[in-house]
């Protein structure tokens, strides 16, 4: 089945340890998605990638970085992880821009 | 500054009535509306969704309600069923009609947390 893969689901990091989530796409889908979920609140969008055109949100702090090596995989980099990072991290899909978004099923990233 | 406001944090329905998921926005740009469901432990997945062109979109049990001059969306859900107990998410993007290409990425409501009594 085509699908949205997450790994890991759940990462353990120390305060100011850099940290990678990956994903991987089997939709060959030309937008990829990063956005951070915090408890009891709404996914708040990081950045995403069409194609190889990186697209960063004005409010994304400097910490968050992502890479996308071919049209599968995305990748979240955060440099130095601060308490206030540990959230769920989701990664989504769009064959093109707006409409109908697939999501994985996340990451949740705790720092200690 | 919330553009998609979902007030009810939670609503619990008698299994067989009608569930009613209530969403308002505030962005006069927003031109796609989606519902999303969400299990525990589950990445969010689509459900139905509407363009601002119409008024009303209906798949099986569920229906979807717009009602641009309210700037209000609803999901009807009938007959209400145990494994529709989950987080639904009420989604908006813009331009996707008028520039042919949508705006980056969707705006989220925080969600309300569906619970189907037996």
């Known amino acids: 089945d085509a699908m949205v893969i997450q790994n890991p689901r759940y990462q353990v990091t120390q305060f100011g340890k850099p940290v990678t989530l990956s994903c991987s796409q089997t939709l060959n889908h030309n937008v990829m998605y990063w956005y951070q979920q915090k408890s009891s609140q709404a996914p708040k969008l990081l950045f995403h990638y069409y194609d190889k055109d990186f697209n960063n949100e004005a409010d994304t702090p400097d910490n968050f970085q992502s890479r996308r090596p071919n049209t599968s995989f995305c990748f979240l980099d955060i440099r130095s992880p601060g308490l206030g990072d540990a959230a769920m991290y989701l990664c989504?899909?769009?064959?093109?821009?707006?409409?109908?978004?697939?999501f994985g099923p996340g990451t949740r990233l705790t720092v200690l | 500054d919330q553009q998609v406001k979902q007030n009810s944090p939670s609503l619990s329905v008698q299994e067989g009535r009608i569930s009613i998921l209530n969403c308002d926005y505030t962005n006069s740009m927003f031109d796609y509306f989606l519902w999303y469901k969400k299990y525990p432990a589950e990445g969010p997945t689509f459900l139905i969704s509407?363009?601002?062109?119409?008024d009303k979109n209906e798949d099986g049990r569920f229906t979807v309600f717009l009602n641009k001059s309210a700037k209000h969306l609803s999901l009807h859900i009938v007959p209400s069923q145990p494994g529709d107990s989950a987080v639904y998410f009420c989604?908006?993007?813009?331009?996707?009609?008028?520039?042919?290409?949508?705006?980056?990425?969707?705006?989220f409501g925080k969600g309300t947390h569906l619970i189907i009594q037996p």
């Open positions: 989604a908006a993007s813009a331009n996707l009609l008028n520039s042919g290409g949508g705006a980056d990425g969707l705006t």
């Open positions: 989504a899909t769009s064959r093109d821009r707006g409409g109908r978004q697939f």
């Open positions: 509407i363009s601002s062109i119409k």
